[in-house]
T-cell receptor, first 111, second 114 residues
């Protein structure tokens, strides 16, 4: 079945650093979604991408829809403590009737 | 606050038992999605309902079932519980039936099976 591979699995960074994470798919996607899950809460949609090559920002977050349509990237600039959490990429299943989530990148910020 | 409510927040039960998890979607949303989140498997889609009808099915076990009622709230029933069913269960809602629309997630129900 379709799979999404996220890397890295976890990151430990200093406050103020920039962060990059990516997601690759075994098949072509026509939509890429990035969700964030804060500790103890449900995921929240950060950015949605609908076109190959698209670059979309949401504050300090920027995501890109890869040209091959098999990957996507999320960057966070100047990280702050509230950026801690799990970042999931997601995309539609084969029949667009569900979305498939990657296993997440867990972001930790060192004091 | 996403506007999606889930009850109970925590549930502790024994193997072999049956539990019901409840979800109320955001006001006006017609579609409800159920997910299971475990440490090793991440977020797994279970099932979707749209306006009372089952719309899509994922990796939902036969021991699990769900329904959406006329007032659009949904219940997920888990029976013959096993230790491996311990997980966080989330529901999410959208206005339409497209899974790629923004899904608004509830706070989750943490199920512990002892």
């Amino acid at each position: 079945g379709q799979q999404l591979n996220q890397s890295p699995q976890s990151m430990f960074i200093q406050e103020g650093e920039d962060v990059s994470m990516n997601c690759t798919s075994s098949s072509i996607f026509n939509t890429w979604l990035w969700y964030k899950q804060d500790p103890g809460e449900g995921p929240v949609l950060l950015i949605a991408l609908y076109k190959a090559g698209e670059l979309t920002s949401n504050g300090r977050l920027t995501a890109q829809f890869g040209i091959t349509r098999k990957d996507s990237f999320l960057n966070i600039s100047a990280s702050i403590p509230s950026d801690v959490g799990i970042y999931f990429c997601a995309g539609p299943g084969n029949r667009d009737d569900k979305i498939i989530f990657g296993k997440g990148t867990r972001l930790h910020i060192l004091p | 606050d996403s506007g999606v409510t889930q009850t109970p927040k925590h549930l502790i039960t024994a193997t072999g038992q049956r539990v019901t998890l409840r979800c109320s979607p955001r006001s006006g949303d017609l579609s409800v999605y159920w997910y299971q989140q475990s440490l090793d498997q991440g977020l797994q889609f279970l099932i979707q309902y749209y306006n009372g009808e089952e719309r899509a099915k994922g990796n939902i076990l036969e021991r699990f079932s769900a329904q959406q009622f006329p007032d659009l709230h949904s219940e997920l029933n888990l029976s013959s519980l096993e230790l491996g069913d311990s997980a966080l269960y989330f529901c999410a809602s959208t206005f339409g039936g497209r899974a790629t629309d923004t899904q608004y997630f509830g706070p989750g129900t943490r199920l512990t099976v002892l």
